[in-house]
């Protein structure tokens, strides 16, 4: 996963309305000014998201909001020293530049982590606290069986997402023949029912609740691993770390607060709270566990 309503908005809602630093090779350990002190003494701390209103990440319910990066945020703040928080929805593709811009202090919205992002954007990222896979999306009545009956065929994404490097493989391979990427998550499931397109490259997990709503839906082929940007594959291949995990991202300066939140994920995972949460939205594999997840 990386969502206006962004990466990951389902077509409903869009109808509706440790202490050490992340096991990733060449994380900045030079002591600069860091935001944790500043974000202490506010008292609160603000949150690029870009998949505000979906299911199961993210989502307004009553008089606030819920959803499994809601939950691991609730953990995480009193270990931060912080009592309050605020949501800053964005587009997908401006939650690295608006994070530079210090218009909020990290991204916590299912975010990938790559090299193209670390080295190509220069921002850093936690240990993962998710991993995801990729799936092909069609209507139940449609004629597709296997990636290899889209041949020729129009491919719907998010621009800017991990997803659009998985289209962009698909079509290099033969299965797919152009692709259509939208600026938001609710347009490509969209195009799928008007007919526009002929299947969805989404992640599984957004999968599992698009299908709650909109039923006429099923994916073909098995799960993908997440594509990286063809010309970041050689250093993403060296990066010495498992590709596919969401990480929690922070400017690069920002080594405290970075290794702040590392140490709030270990504890997480510590006390089983990580689990817990994951198997409160049907989530949970022993594939998500720490180790599996750091490549252990």
Do not use: C, H
């Amino acid at each position: 996963m990386e969502r206006t309503i962004s990466r990951r908005v389902l077509l409903g809602t869009s109808l509706a309305a440790t202490a050490a630093l992340v096991v990733i090779q060449g994380a900045p350990r030079i002591a600069l000014a860091d935001t944790l002190d500043d974000i202490k003494k506010a008292g609160t701390i603000k949150i690029g998201v870009g998949v505000m209103g979906t299911k199961p990440w993210v989502y307004p319910e009553g008089d606030g909001y819920a959803g499994l990066e809601y939950e691991m945020l609730q953990y995480i703040l009193p270990k931060l020293g912080i009592s309050k928080f605020e949501y800053v929805s964005t587009e997908w593709d401006s939650l690295i530049p608006g994070l530079k811009a210090k218009r909020w202090d990290i991204i916590f919205s299912g975010m990938t982590v790559t090299e193209e992002r670390r080295q190509g954007a220069g921002i850093e990222f936690t240990r993962p606290y998710y991993f995801e896979s990729d799936r092909v999306a069609v209507k139940e009545d449609s004629p597709y069986k296997t990636p290899a009956d889209l041949k020729g065929k129009i491919l719907a994404t998010t621009v800017g997402t991990v997803e659009e490097m998985q289209a962009k493989t698909m079509v290099k391979n033969g299965n797919g023949g152009e692709i259509k990427s939208f600026d938001d998550f609710a347009a490509p499931f969209l195009a799928l029912q008007n007919g526009q397109v002929d299947a969805v490259i989404v992640d599984n997990t957004t999968f599992g609740e698009q299908k709650k709503v909109t039923p006429n839906i099923r994916v073909i082929g098995d799960p993908m691993s997440l594509a990286a940007n063809p010309d970041w594959q050689a250093k993403q291949d060296s990066a010495g770390y498992k590709f596919g995990g969401d990480g929690i991202g922070v400017r690069k300066e920002d080594t405290a607060l970075l290794a702040a939140l590392n140490k709030a994920l270990d504890d997480m995972d510590a006390e089983g709270v990580r689990q817990k949460i994951l198997e409160k939205y049907g989530l949970w594999d022993t594939s998500l566990s720490r180790e599996a997840m750091m490549g252990k």
